[in-house]
């Protein structure tokens, strides 16, 4: 099975890094088969939803991107 990471970046979009599958609310999947590495917008303010267009710039959006201790525990023990 490939591993696939999902880092959220400091203020920024999600980057996911391996072969992922995304999908729309309606069941329609995206062509990635040429991408391994994409960003998904977690600002909303993104004109291209899903993925980021760099709108989280201009919006100022402030994120926290660190777990606290006891999530990630969480997180890492299932």
Request: hydrophobic content about 35%.
């Amino acid at each position: 099975m490939t591993t696939i990471t999902i880092t959220p970046t400091d203020n920024g979009p999600y980057l996911i890094e391996g072969p992922a599958r995304v999908i729309d609310a309606d069941g329609n999947e995206y062509d990635l088969t040429e991408q391994t590495t994409i960003f998904l917008c977690r600002c909303g303010g993104s004109a291209t939803k899903p993925f980021c267009d760099g709108t989280h710039e201009t919006l100022k959006f402030e994120a926290a991107s660190r777990a606290p201790h006891t999530l990630a525990a969480l997180a890492t023990a299932s």
